[in-house]
């Protein structure tokens, strides 16, 4: 079946440590997104890619950084710089971005510091 | 400044008893109007696309509709299992490119 793979499910991140989280999609879609969830929030975008090797910042970009070497693949890293880094992260992907195109979400991952 | 509120924040409802949920916007050139179901612990999950007002969608108990300023999502008869929360956003084109802004969300409770 078709969809997009998040892992881990959870993680936990110590004082000054960089993690990165995985996202991985079968669809064969062009642009790929990174969404924070907080409770009580809408989902905010992070960063985004239209096409392999090229990414754009979203809305809370400040200490995270991305990459976009496979269409299957975009990595997330948050970064020590990111002082708020405990949510809910979302994967997503569409065809292609700009189009009005649905969203396919994967399972996400709780990020929480110890 | 571009919103898009959901209300209410939450909604518990007996099992068959009908109710909407609300998504109001406030965006200028509104190209599209997105309803997902996000179960705990979940990634959201697509459930409809409204693109002008007056256009209505149905899938089982659940009808989403349009108008200028708001969507309505309607439950009819709901059943435990719909108890999840519900998102809604506003797809958008302006002079800075496209957005697709999200709502805060409307948890929904289905008692049996």
């Known amino acids: 079946d078709g969809g997009i793979t998040q892992s881990p499910k959870y993680l936990f991140r110590k004082e000054g440590q960089n993690v990165t989280l995985s996202c991985e999609q079968n669809l064969n879609h062009d642009a790929m997104y990174w969404y924070r969830q907080d409770p009580g929030q809408g989902l905010r975008l992070i960063y985004y890619s239209q096409i392999v090797n090229d990414f754009q910042k979203g809305d809370i970009a400040e200490g995270y950084s991305v990459s976009r070497e496979k269409k299957e693949s975009f990595p997330l890293t948050v970064t020590s710089a990111q002082k708020n880094p405990t949510a809910f992260y979302l994967c997503a992907s569409s065809m292609y971005r700009g189009s009005g195109e649905k969203l396919f979400f994967g399972s996400g991952t709780q990020l929480s510091v110890l | 400044e571009d919103q898009v509120t959901q209300s209410p924040e939450a909604l518990r409802l007996q099992e068959g008893e009908s109710s909407s949920l609300n998504c109001s916007y406030t965006?200028?050139?509104?190209?599209?109007l997105f309803w997902y179901r996000q179960d705990p612990g979940k990634g959201p999950e697509f459930l409809f696309t409204?693109?002008?007002a007056g256009e209505e969608k149905e899938k089982e108990r659940l009808k989403a509709t349009l108008t200028k300023k708001e969507s309505f999502l309607h439950i009819t008869a709901p059943k435990p299992e719909d108890s999840a929360t519900y998102l809604c956003a506003a797809f958008l084109e302006g002079t800075s490119g496209s957005r697709l802004t999200f709502g805060e969300g409307t948890q929904l409770t289905v008692n049996p």
């Open positions: 965006v200028s050139g509104l190209r599209g």
């Open positions: 409204l693109y002008s």
